[in-house]
């Protein structure tokens, strides 16, 4: 279980029905929209978004690229411009050897 805390640094709202939405890498077996607001989210607030993901039965490095999505369907994201991804890397071993990728 991955959880990011967002904070909205904006000027407007995140409207309710705001999802998470995959954006590349490797989904890692998520849902690639997952609704995380069942209210608006005000400037200066936070929230926590929560993913469970599963690795990988290979050996690697995996990472799994994310934003948000209104549900009308304005994309956004991380940073001064809202374009950047929030994501998470999972490192899998391979349980014979225990060797890293």
Same mark, same amino acid.
């Given at each position: 279980?991955?959880?990011?805390?967002?904070?909205? =640094?904006?000027?407007?709202?995140?409207?309710?029905?705001?999802?998470? #939405?995959? &954006?590349?890498?490797?989904? #890692?077996?998520?849902?690639?929209? &997952? =609704?995380?607001?069942?209210?608006?989210?005000?400037?200066?607030?936070?929230?926590?978004?929560? &993913?469970?993901?599963?690795?990988?039965?290979?050996?690697?490095?995996?990472?799994?690229?994310? #934003?948000? =999505?209104?549900?009308?369907?304005? =994309?956004?994201?991380?940073?001064?411009?809202?374009?950047?991804?929030?994501?998470?890397?999972? &490192?899998?071993?391979?349980?014979?050897?225990?060797?890293?990728?």
């Amino acid at each position: 279980t991955k959880i990011w805390r967002l904070k909205n =640094v904006g000027t407007c709202e995140w409207p309710a029905g705001t999802e998470l #939405m995959f &954006i590349s890498g490797n989904i #890692m077996n998520a849902s690639s929209r &997952i =609704v995380f607001l069942t209210k608006a989210l005000y400037p200066n607030e936070y929230i926590e978004a929560k &993913i469970d993901f599963r690795a990988p039965k290979k050996a690697g490095t995996f990472q799994s690229n994310w #934003m948000l =999505v209104t549900p009308e369907g304005r =994309v956004f994201g991380t940073g001064e411009n809202g374009k950047g991804t929030f994501w998470v890397r999972i &490192i899998a071993y391979d349980k014979a050897t225990q060797k890293k990728p």
